[in-house]
């Protein structure tokens, strides 16, 4: 994994039920703030937050996703760039809810991450005067809002007896509390079915509200673990509602299962609606706060977090809204606690470039492979870039998962779009007009940042190809009293440096004794720097037709030089 904070949601497995729901639910955001600024420190813990948001089931990269979060009281935010990835920087100690938004197409998200003191790491003997970095990944994958569910309810009066509910039954699509809003309601026709548009295309839990059909009171009732599809509808098993019993009972917890979080929040739904203020609640010997939903889920926060590896004891007694006793004695074993890395890992060696055969970059080069010699206690790398045009500082270019089964690794950047010399040509060009880029490497683990590798240069060492080159008008010229031209065009590959290549005229046919001279040419360059054209003054009653013009040394314009010469027997 990368780090030992790399994708961890906080998943809270509950069902949210409101009595009188409509299906859909307008989620708005304010994503105002102030202007950024660096004074986000404090103490000596400089934390970063950064990661990848992709599409979940396509797995690309998602550009322009605004990930949010609250820094001293004020909204701040970052945008993904071009591969994805966003760093929230200048964090102090404490913990951060991120929100992933920003494309209509997409479920918006949550995610929590911690900025550890000092004390929390286990660092206790850094000189006061030091700053300590300590970097968390957390990546994103979103769930695009375009899956249907649909299915019937059924209500069972006894072994002989089972018909249509009807309508009038409210049915929830619950989902995990990443996402926001985490459930979705709609209700059944008059022939008992329900229909969902516009879903997350997630697993989803279906759950029906109490329901009376005049004659009888019904159970809540669950299909559990729905897989949805993107672009599809999907149809549910059948849901049938059991005529509810006098005593309530527990339907669903989140805890029983054990390896319960030691900071999460302790979940139930009932069986028929309680009354609450009857409630009695003991968790063990901890403070907590308790609230319920609709008076059906009760949700009890613990104000403090939770020993690892220990088992609670959760006694709850109280009442139904129908005057029925509820009863019950359970306990639960929080999850084992993972101790974070309190030394950052040792400096990258072997970091070089990893592209087959006699490889170089060239002028729109966008994507470079690179290998590098893994470290021991290290959870992920780091790739850092800058050049010596626009971009003096450093920029993170790609986050790779650190492999403890090898000695090396490789990985694939993919230069943002801020690397790009000219941006208004439809273009990117990092390397055009002699940029060259510096790239580093880091290991990273719950402490920190290690030394950064040596750099290693990259620049365009590509020599420029012709692509045409091409005559128009003709080097015979019959009229013994004055001269005419023609022109020749030149098209490159890429842009050129505007320095004039070695051209001439080689005898190769017509007017065996006559050659055109080299000052008869002149050279216009394209406005575009990708080409321009030879205009070729022929004397009077000179016939230069059947030789051969050549160029030879054309130079791009970080000034690699073509060894090639490129010929073409003029008319």
């Known amino acids: 994994m990368y780090l030992t904070n790399i994708n961890k949601i ?139 569910l649909t299915g019937t309810v059924y209500t069972k009066q006894d072994d002989e007896n089972t018909t249509l509910a009807g309508a009038g039954v409210t049915v929830i699509a619950n989902y995990e509390e990443a996402f926001s809003p985490s459930w979705y309601s709609a209700v059944t026709d008059s022939n008992g079915v329900y229909n969902f548009s516009n879903l997350p295309a997630d697993e989803t839990n279906i759950i029906t509200m109490p329901f009376s059909d005049g004659t009888y009171d019904y159970n809540i009732a669950f299909d559990e673990g729905v897989d949805l599809i993107p ?17 309530p009972f527990i339907l669903t917890n989140n805890f029983e299962n054990n390896d319960f979080g030691l900071t999460e929040s302790l979940t139930m739904t009932f069986s028929k609606t309680m009354d609450a203020s009857s409630f009695d609640i003991t968790l063990s010997s901890e403070l907590f706060v308790s609230s319920w939903t609709n008076d059906i889920t009760l949700t009890i926060d613990p104000l403090v977090t939770l020993q690892a590896s220990t088992t609670y004891s959760l006694s709850l007694s109280g009442e139904s809204q129908d005057n029925n006793s509820f009863s019950a004695s359970l306990s639960f074993i929080t999850e084992s606690s993972q101790i974070a890395d309190t030394t950052a890992p040792a400096q990258v060696t072997g970091f070089a470039v990893d592209e087959e055969g006699d490889w170089t970059a060239d002028y729109n ?65 990092p390397f055009t007009s002699g940029t060259e880029l510096t790239f580093q490497i880091v290991a990273v683990n719950d402490a920190g940042e290690g030394t950064y590798s040596a750099s290693v240069t990259v ?20 009229d013994s009293t004055s001269t005419q031209s ?24 017509g007017d065996t004794n006559y050659v055109l001279p080299n000052s008869s040419v002149s050279l216009d360059w394209d406005s575009d720097m990708m080409g321009g054209t030879f205009t070729v003054v022929v004397p009077a009653g000179k016939d230069g037709s059947g030789d051969e013009f050549f160029i030879t040394n054309l130079k791009d314009a970080s000034e690699n030089a073509s060894s090639d010469t490129v010929r073409v027997t003029l008319d």
């Open 459 to 478: 620049g365009d060492e590509t020599s420029p190809v012709v692509t045409s080159f091409n005559q128009s008008g003709t080097a015979d010229n019959p």
């Open 486 to 509: 023609f022109t020749v065009d030149l098209s490159a590959n890429e842009y050129l440096s505007g320095a004039d290549p070695t051209f001439g005229f080689v005898e190769s046919g």
């Open 365 to 429: 080069t966008t994507s470079i492979t690179f290998k590098w010699n893994t470290v021991d206690g290290a959870d992920a790398y780091i790739v850092w870039a800058s050049d010596n045009q626009y971009n003096p500082n450093l920029i993170t270019v790609g986050v790779f998962e650190h492999m403890d089964y090898v000695t090396d690794q490789s990985g694939t950047v993919v230069l943002p779009s801020q690397f790009d010399y000219y941006d208004d040509d439809g273009i990117q060009t």
């Open 231 to 247: 672009g599809e509808t999907v149809t549910s098993d059948p849901i049938i509602l059991q005529i509810a019993t006098a005593e």
């Open 10 to 148: 906080k998943i809270f497995i509950s069902s949210i039920f409101i009595a009188f729901l409509v299906t859909g639910c307008d989620v708005k955001q304010n994503l105002g703030g102030g202007e950024e600024s660096d004074d986000y420190t404090d103490g000596r813990v400089i934390g970063t937050i950064h990661g990848v948001v992709k599409a979940a089931h396509s797995g690309a990269r998602l550009k322009d996703i605004v990930v949010t979060t609250t820094v001293k009281g004020e909204i701040h935010w970052v945008f993904t760039n071009d591969v994805g990835h966003y760093a929230i920087t200048n964090l102090s100690p404490g913990n951060y809810e991120l929100t992933f938004s920003g494309s209509d197409g997409y479920a918006i998200m949550s995610a929590e991450e911690n900025i550890p003191t000092l004390q929390e790491v286990g660092v206790t003997n850094m000189a006061t005067s030091e700053d300590f970095h300590y970097t968390t990944t957390q990546d994103m994958s979103l769930y695009s809002l375009n899956a249907g």
